[in-house]
């Protein structure tokens, strides 16, 4: 339960910081509600805010256009600090790069809105 109430708090955030994306946090803490509490499962899915995202993504796995520019820019940022500010070594970079292209190709897969 404490995971699920530490990702809401992020996908707080993350409904207004730019570079923080909201809903990975809050599909975690809608996966870690499902397991500890059907109660705070429920307010989550059912959220006026949150809870159509959520749904839409439970039905069809969607990421809306915004939620994929966030993400992408907030890994570009990440990468562009790791490469010029920090200047990790090398292997830190390609491997982190390798996983931040893998994660960037799926979140373009998925569709931006249900069909119809």
Do not use: D, N
Request: with cysteine.
């Amino acid at each position: 339960m404490a995971l699920g109430f530490v990702c809401v708090g992020l996908g707080m955030l993350g409904a207004v910081l730019p570079l923080l994306p909201a809903t990975p946090f809050l599909l975690i803490a809608l996966w870690a509600f499902s397991r500890s509490s059907p109660r705070f499962h429920h307010w989550l899915y059912t959220h006026p805010h949150f809870g159509p995202r959520l749904q839409e993504w439970k039905q069809y796995g969607t990421v809306p256009v915004k939620v994929k520019a966030s993400a992408i820019s907030a890994m570009g940022v990440s990468f562009a600090l790791m490469a010029f500010v920090m200047r990790v070594k090398w292997p830190v970079l390609a491997v982190s790069g390798s996983l931040m292209l893998i994660g960037a190709a799926y979140i373009l897969s998925r569709p931006s809105r249900p069909p119809g």
